[in-house]
């Protein structure tokens, strides 16, 4: 099986979804969609055991408490909805048409469009909006599936009345003042748990852990599906989409456009299993998208699989999936022509392997405008920490500020390309920590900008170069379970296999380490003005114990090991 748990994990969603799908499948053909559509936009209630002759008319009320198990009807055209799910067992927002044709916009004095939040929020609720919510019953411990179909969400780039005081977001000059405070020190993203960091979180309370979302869902127990759904033009409030609660979720057919958020986009947390497949997320500013696994979720070994991904022209755009121990696979995941505010990210577990095929990066690079006061933008780098397979990938035509950074006990590339990109800040394309492997791999023209002083040679591979100025191996090291002592440099080692570098500048190494630091600053001294050519630094250094360098055309099998604190590759 190509994936061991992804048949598992469509399983789990087809089950707990197929009873809501029967329910709506029953109502479209009795026509009862069409005839309520017919008298009005609604949305329409229809309510469990499914009155076809009697459904509510939700266009009265501001707010919409679906408090039963039913089907939520909206036509075609344009409507109101905010929504607070109390419901136990099953909802259903189904749009009676195509999802282009069904636009609904936020009620009057509200953010969102539906949220199903835990008790201490539900609480927190009626003390805002009083008679509403007086009733309401404690549902936490009430398994939940909502499901969302055939819909576009937008808020035409303005909240109505900005944030009502929910969740502590009490307007946009407040959540303004946190993305300020966060800009300010999250250029060090190295150490996001860094007091600075948390005096933000703290000072705004829980507005730095629970976003103003259009669909804001961390009731326990809740499992949330999306199919045919888009997501277009919003801006003011935080993010798209929080989900932070340990349930399955499934993101099919979804796009995600234009949008101008103040944080970001994508919030997914705590979850049991993840489902992303033919999504689009593209022409979005202020493009964060967070997928993890909690380690404080009482979750083990969470599942992600992500299948038919484009991730395309996005500007400060950050993207990490990472969590202590999840599972990962994925396939067909395409990230083209965006600016990133942060590198992409993908950080997980040694003991937990993920699998990607056609992962492709192309002409991708870091975002330089519209940069908050005081902040900085790192810019594009790919980071990947643990252990796993990536094949039939593709690294073309991207502008790095960082290249590559890879921590890893057993990852390896088979039947890669990385071909015409330029590095700017690092002297390396690929910087190891840990083993890792190559095979059926060519390095094409990539090239480094001359723009930039190095106290170092370039080279395609480095080893281990954090290791010598970072009390950790690597500064993330923290966020993995069971992490490797990569300060041993017996845990170092590169494995090529029919690998071959066809680069056209010769100035610079295939793999390069440097073996003695003591005395590497007083080498360096000599070549404030650049280093010689590769050939020459093997003739003059190579014997010295200060560099391990080496250049290849072609390798047909090469391993390279630490002996006595010399690089060898033989």
């Not at 949305?43 to 408090?67: C, E, H, M, R």
């Not at 041993?488 to 630091?517: C, G, M, P, R, Y």
Request: hydrophobic share 40%; with cysteine; aromatic share 14%.
């Amino acid at each position: 099986m190509k994936y061991k748990f992804k048949s598992i994990l469509y399983v789990l969603i087809f089950m707990s979804c197929q009873f809501m799908f029967a329910q709506v499948e029953q109502l479209r053909q009795d026509g009862a969609f069409d005839s309520v559509c017919s008298t009005g936009m609604g949305p329409w209630y229809f309510v469990a055991p499914y009155n076809t002759t009697d459904p509510i008319d939700l266009s009265v009320d501001d707010l919409s408490i679906i408090n039963q198990e039913g089907v939520v009807c909206f036509c075609e055209g344009e409507s109101e909805f905010s929504g607070l799910i109390t419901a136990k067992n099953n909802v259903v927002l189904y749009g009676n048409g195509k999802a282009e044709d069904i636009i609904v916009t936020p009620s009057e004095g509200f953010y969102f469009n539906l949220i199903s939040v835990k008790k201490e929020d539900l609480f927190n609720l009626s003390t805002i909006y009083g008679p509403k919510f007086e009733n309401i019953a404690n549902i936490d411990d009430d398994l939940v599936d909502i499901s969302i179909e055939n819909i576009t969400f937008t808020n035409y780039y303005s909240a109505k009345d900005g944030f009502p005081n929910l969740f502590n977001n009490s307007n946009t000059q407040e959540l303004d003042a946190f993305v300020d405070c966060l800009s300010n020190i999250d250029d060090d993203y190295n150490n996001l748990n860094s007091p600075e960091r948390l005096d933000c979180i703290e000072q705004f309370d829980e507005l730095g852990f629970s976003a103003a979302a259009s669909i804001q869902v961390n009731r326990p127990k809740t499992n949330l599906s999306l199919n045919n759904v888009v997501f277009k033009e919003f801006a003011t409030i935080a993010t798209i989409l929080e989900y932070i609660t340990n349930g399955d979720l499934d993101i099919q057919n979804t796009v995600i456009i234009n949008n101008q958020t103040k944080i970001g986009l994508l919030l997914l947390d705590k979850f049991k299993n993840l489902s992303i497949s033919n999504t689009l997320i593209t022409k979005n500013t202020q493009s964060y998208v967070y997928i993890g696994g909690s380690s404080d979720s009482d979750i083990d070994e969470p599942k992600i699989h992500i299948e038919g991904l484009d991730v395309i022209d996005n500007r400060m755009l950050t993207f990490h999936i990472w969590s202590r121990n999840f599972k990962f696979t994925g396939e067909n995941l395409n990230f083209e022509k965006n600016k990133f505010y942060l590198p992409f990210m993908l950080w997980a577990s040694d003991r937990t392997l993920f699998n990607i095929n056609q992962f492709r990066f192309v002409n991708n690079t870091g975002f330089e405008q519209y940069i908050p006061e005081g902040g900085s933008a790192i810019g594009f780098g790919i980071n990947i920490g643990g252990s796993g397979t990536i094949t039939d990938s593709e690294f073309a035509i991207n502008t790095f500020s960082g290249g590559f950074i890879l921590r890893s006990n057993r990852t390896i590339f088979n039947e890669s390309i990385f071909k015409k990109n330029k590095i700017n800040m690092m002297p390396f394309l690929i910087y190891q920590i840990g083993s890792l492997g190559f095979k059926n791999t060519t390095f094409i023209d990539n090239y480094f900008s001359g723009s930039h002083s190095h106290s170092l040679p370039f080279a395609i591979f480095m080893p281990r170069l954090l290791i010598e100025h970072f009390e950790r191996d690597n500064p993330l090291a923290y966020l993995i379970d069971q992490p490797a002592p990569y300060t041993d440099l017996k845990l170092h080692e590169l494995n090529l296999e029919n690998v071959k570098f066809q680069e056209s500048d010769t100035n610079f190494a295939s793999i390069l380490s440097v073996n003695n630091w003591d005395i590497f600053p007083e080498i360096a001294s000599h070549f404030e003005d650049g280093y010689p050519s590769v050939y020459r630094m093997l003739d003059e250094f190579n014997s010295d114990d200060i560099f391990s360098i080496y250049k290849f055309d072609q390798i047909n099998s090469l391993n390279c090991i630490y002996s006595q604190n010399n690089y060898i590759c033989n």
